[in-house]
């Protein structure tokens, strides 16, 4: 075997061994370098020494091998571009043509539907909604509401005071609002009702949570009695679960009504009969109501010689319960999303 074909062996040889790019580059340089690789040098020292009728010859050999070596290394290059692909699809395969997954989308959460739904409710029959802060003086939250230090109602309400002297509170109810709307509007007609969050020192569990969600309302004018209340809680009630339901009302005793009454929606499972659901009772208790006090319509600035006026107030936690026979209060306020997609 010649010299070229000997150096073109063992380039193939070391071609086939090499496994990345710099090995065969290596290759490369060791064998066709310009002037330092083997077969190169071979073809430009070996034909200077040669007699003219060898040369041909030996130019010839050098040149095969030299193109030898460069169609392996070619080949062996795409080998390894090849491999190198097929891994990148095996570790890092992307579809670009598989549909992207839906984005979920979110919903009105069940208690602002309920909230929304009694605000439109009120609002078909010339009621407006009122708010108030959160953080409220002892003055309307209590005080005004002929709720004054040491009645028994306080006991009952169990307060956040936020300073010492217990002259700030978190509001225990929505009831200061009626005390801001007659001042805010001054004369009657007022036909309110003021949704919002309220906060009593209650133990979280299925029936109670230490901040739920009110709604009040308030209506003064002339001549009103407790027949226009009793109307206008049977429209709710009616307009909310069905023409079925009745309300029932009960005397009962705030401070800042009277009369007072607490106020029954009639069971949607047996109408008013008695079953399981509703301990046989027939009515499901919904809230407090009853004919605003003088005294509360007198520091809220109103005339109660010339007005009177009726409130109620209720839970919507409550309003949603009944609606949709939810077991437990928490729920409301767990944002389990498989809760909370139910509605
Ligand atoms: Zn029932």
Redesign the pocket.
């Known amino acids: 075997m010649s010299e070229a074909g000997r150096l073109r062996d063992q380039a193939l040889a070391a071609i086939a061994r090499a496994s990345t790019e710099p090995d065969l580059e290596a290759v490369e340089v060791e064998y066709l370098g310009r002037r330092e690789g083997k077969i190169s040098r071979q073809l430009l020292s070996g034909i200077a020494k040669l007699a003219p009728e060898q040369r041909a010859a030996l130019g010839q050999e050098a040149n095969e091998a030299r193109r030898a070596v460069e169609a392996a290394l070619e080949a062996r290059r795409a080998e390894q571009k090849a491999a190198q692909l097929a891994d990148i699809a095996q570790t890092e395969a992307i579809d670009v043509t598989f549909p992207a997954p839906p984005l979920p989308r979110g919903h009105i959460h069940v208690l602002s539907q309920v909230r929304h739904e009694l605000e439109v409710i009120f609002a078909r029959i010339g009621y407006t909604v009122e708010e108030g802060p959160e953080i409220e003086t002892d003055w309307y939250n209590f005080e005004a509401l002929n709720l004054p230090k040491g009645h028994a109602s306080r006991d009952v309400q169990e307060t956040f005071f936020l300073d010492e002297a217990e002259e700030v509170v978190l509001r225990t109810h929505t009831s200061p609002v009626q005390i801001r709307a007659m001042q805010r509007i001054g004369t009657p007609p007022i036909y309110i009702i003021a949704p919002g969050r309220v906060y009593r020192r209650d133990n979280l569990d299925a029936t109670h949570l230490p901040y739920f969600m009110q709604l009040e309302g308030l209506a003064i004018d002339e001549g009103l009695t407790v027949g226009d209340l009793k109307g206008t809680l049977l429209y709710m009630t009616q307009s909310l679960f069905g023409q079925e339901r009745q309300v029932r009302m009960r005397p009962h005793h705030f401070g800042y009504t009277e009369p007072s009454y607490e106020f029954d929606t009639m ?16 009515w ?1 208790e919904t809230g407090g109501c009853g004919m605003v006090h003088p005294q509360v319509l007198r520091n809220g600035g109103i005339d109660p010689d010339r007005y009177s006026g009726y409130a109620w107030g209720f839970g919507i936690e409550r309003m949603a319960l009944l609606k949709y026979d939810v077991e437990d209060l928490r729920l409301f306020y767990e944002n389990d999303i498989r809760f909370n997609r139910q509605f």
Not at 267 to 282: H, I, P, V, Y
């Open positions: 069971c949607g499972r047996c109408l008013g009969k008695g079953c399981r659901s509703c301990g046989g009772a027939g499901l």
